[in-house]
């Protein structure tokens, strides 16, 4: 029989509207919901609570197999609450009418999809955006992705994604902010508050979900879905720390890893999700697994079956089961049988129906679902124009010989590779309803410049970004023959990174680096261009090219963004966020390694070296350059002599002493001399953009207190410890000044 909720609904609310004001997003001491939410939960079957507590893929995309069909008849029966893959105000209407109107309770939908890196208007990929140092863009890249998302009829979206990662052969790197947990824990917050914002009570917000939760970014040898193994206090010190911060923030939904940690398979882990996630950190969203991660604790060897495997997550604290249909399918046995307690599934509707009542879902389920917004806001200009803004300040410049650059106007062209006309590729891994042939290629930028400034532009293929082919050589160089200067836009398709999309070797892929050389030996200089998802190994490339330009995949308005670089129009600012090895062999590969107790000298054997590589990267955390230079005066702190309770002032002058403005990242870094466990010989704990003219200078402060100084020490207690420390400021995470303080009782 069909109850609708809606007359009870109504009547609910007038009782508790009194009661009953938005929080922010995140915040809930008191709780302003909870009788809502029980009042409904009262009225439900185990049945339709067991259907909250599930969440399927539509049959639009999947982004693995899609194990259950007909999710329309999950709707009508009360069976699935939550879906995802569905958007457009046209489709994700059409399925919220059937909850509502036709379920018996009619409880609304939720609508989750992976926003990345934008919905329409693509954004640069996370990891390229991260090396804009630039917390104010990421954050508007994710609240301008939330708008368009929301208008689009979405709730909620699968990001950010906090895994640090020291891994350039993980595919999923290009979806994270890199290695660094200071950084990557600033970067966590400022996505989670672009997507959520205050609160929910405007229509431009969506719900983030941190994922995922937790270690996943450490899979062993690079391979996605791989086995993690690390240490407790590595856990703590690196890997955990950006979800705590996305935590802070607010974010109302988390998401499991597949990853085991310590042999427990995160799904299942209720350490892990009791313990640290909701008890340490208070988190009081609902946990959703990853895709199938319920029943992939078969696979793992961990639960005997998926009854088991159900059984263990919905124990652990999982709220919601991703495309598994474990809960839907056996949930309701193991409650029978005692083994999940009714309680624990209350709970967990609990959680996921107050986060539908802080949507306003149950004031008006349709509140997402306007077609005039969707049509104003998606790709709308300012958007678009946000785009290539963000995605000139996350463009990293790694060689620049002889001041190839900026491009001098005037000058012939000659445009070659794979990636230069390419648009489909501009939007890079992860960017779900993005519409590559909308994106502007940086041919299509380039031929715009070239009407309007009236230079020669020539363009050659030269090859495929994959494959054998050298057909196309003979073109390239011919064009590259009579131009004054060769463009070269090389790197991988968007499908070699993201999700299982791990590569052993993290070279340019097929003859790309052959054809580079066939252009370098014409003794014009040529300027490459990278594309790409992961740190890329090209030592002949590094050391013959005259010109580097790290693009990343820079989202829709990708080439306009490339040319405004090339060209100076804007002065590349960026700084990488994850070490570049010279060869895969060194991965993993981070500028937070640690002394050992035979430090690095390559000029005896008998130290922690490589026979056939020197220990050092091809560029370094934090390293990227500007068409201007900037000098550093020498590194001032306050004392030499601070208690616990001081606060540590470094200072250095910054010079611009170039002849065009520009920004410089300074970059802070920490080294504890002695500790009760071994510290790492340097750890980013502050940084500061500042644009500076040319010949200003800027004096920047850096404030540190013994918090700043803290780590999980021998008994695993956070604090700092008393003794000497290094602190270090420079322009990357290898030029570094330094000066020794003591933290004393
Ligand atoms: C699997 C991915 O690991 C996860 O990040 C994503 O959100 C889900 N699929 C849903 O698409």
């Not at 030499?640 to 802070?668: C, H, M, P, R, W």
Request: charged share 25%.
């Amino acid at each position: 029989m069909r109850l609708s909720i809606w007359p009870v609904l109504a009547l609910l609310l007038l009782i508790n509207s009194c009661k009953t004001t938005a929080p922010a997003a995140g915040k809930q001491t008191a709780d302003p919901y909870l009788s809502q939410v029980d009042s409904v939960l009262a009225l439900m079957t185990l049945d339709e609570k067991i259907g909250q507590m599930t969440i399927f893929t539509t049959d639009w995309e999947s982004t693995g197999p899609t194990i259950r069909e007909g999710y329309q008849n999950d709707i009508r029966n009360g069976s699935c609450g939550a879906l995802f893959n569905s958007h457009t105000v046209a489709f994700t209407r059409k399925l919220q009418e059937i909850a509502v109107k036709e379920s018996r309770l009619g409880i609304p939908l939720l609508f989750g999809y992976d926003v990345i890196h934008g919905y329409k208007t693509i954004f640069p990929i996370p990891l390229g955006e991260s090396c804009s140092w630039d917390l104010a863009a990421i954050e508007q890249s994710a609240a301008i992705a939330a708008a368009e998302s929301a208008a689009a009829g979405l709730h909620w979206t699968f990001a950010p994604m906090v895994d640090i990662s020291r891994e350039p052969r993980w595919g999923r790197v290009m979806e994270g902010a890199g290695e660094d947990p200071y950084l990557g824990s600033l970067i966590a917050r400022a996505r989670v508050h672009g997507f959520q914002g205050d609160n929910f009570n405007g229509t431009d917000r969506i719900l983030a979900c941190i994922k995922h939760f937790a270690g996943y970014g450490a899979p062993i040898a690079g391979r996605d879905y791989n086995t993690v193994d690390m240490s407790m206090r590595m856990f703590r010190d690196i890997y955990l720390p950006p979800y705590e911060a996305g935590i802070a923030a607010g974010a109302r939904t988390i998401m499991t890893s597949f990853n085991e940690l310590d042999g427990v398979p995160s799904t299942g882990n209720k350490w892990l999700l009791n313990d640290v996630l909701r008890k340490e950190n208070g988190f009081t969203g609902f946990v959703v697994t990853d895709y199938t991660s319920i029943n992939e604790m078969v696979n793992h060897g961990f639960a005997a079956d998926d009854k088991h495997a159900g059984e263990l997550a919905a124990n652990a604290g999982v709220d919601m089961d991703m495309q598994g249909a474990v809960f839907q399918r056996y949930l309701k046995e193991s409650i029978a049988a005692g083994i999940v307690s009714e309680k624990t599934v209350d709970e967990a509707v609990r959680r996921i129906l107050r986060i539908k009542f802080e949507l306003g879902l149950f004031k008006d389920p349709f509140k997402y679902c306007n077609e005039a917004r969707e049509k104003a806001q998606v790709f709308s200009p300012a958007h678009l124009e946000a785009a290539r803004d963000i995605a000139r300040k996350s463009i990293v410049l790694l060689k620049n010989d002889n001041k190839t650059l900026p491009l001098t106007k005037g000058k012939s062209i000659a445009l070659v590779g794979p990636l230069a006309a390419d648009r489909e590729n501009l939007i890079g891994a992860w960017s779900g309803a993005g519409e590559g042939d909308k994106c502007v290629s940086v041919y299509d930028a380039l031929k715009e410049r070239a009407a309007k400034d009236g230079f020669k532009l020539t363009h050659a293929k030269g090859c495929a970004i994959q494959g054998e082919d050298t057909s196309g050589f003979s073109e390239a160089v011919n064009i590259a023959r009579d131009a004054d200067i060769i463009v070269a836009v090389v790197g991988e398709s968007k499908e070699m990174s993201g999700e299982a999309s791990s590569r052993a070797f993290i070279t340019l892929p097929g003859v790309q680096e052959q054809l580079i050389k066939e252009l370098v030996a014409t003794g014009k200089p040529v300027v490459v261009v990278l594309m790409n998802g992961r740190p890329l190994t090209f030592p002949w490339i590094a050391e013959h090219a005259a010109a580097i330009v790290e693009t990343w995949w820079t989202g829709s308005r990708g080439g306009p963004a490339i040319g405004d670089v090339l060209y100076g129009d804007y002065n590349p600012s960026a700084k990488l966020t994850m070490t570049f090895p010279r060869d895969v062999g060194q991965v993993p590969i981070f500028y937070s390694y640690k002394n050992t107790g035979r430090p690095y000298d390559p000029n005896t054997k008998w130290n922690s070296r490589y026979q056939d590589i020197v220990n050092s990267p091809q560029y370094p955390f934090g390293f990227g350059l500007s068409y201007t230079t900037f000098t550093y005066d020498s590194l001032k702190v306050s004392g030499k002599q601070y208690s616990f309770k001081d606060t540590i002032v470094a200072s250095v002058k910054i010079t611009n002493t170039g002849s065009v403005k520009g920004e410089e990242i300074v970059q802070l870094y920490v080294r504890d001399l002695v500790g009760s466990v071994t510290r790492p010989v340097k750890e980013l704990k502050g940084f500061e953009k500042v644009m500076l003219a040319p010949g200003e200078s800027k004096n920047v402060i850096f404030k540190l207190t013994s918090k700043d100084l803290a780590f999980h020490t021998a008994d695993m207690t956070f604090k700092a410890e008393p003794g000497a420390f290094w602190i270090m400021a420079g322009p990357d995470s290898e030029r570094l000044q330094k000066r020794e303080i003591r933290l004393v009782e």
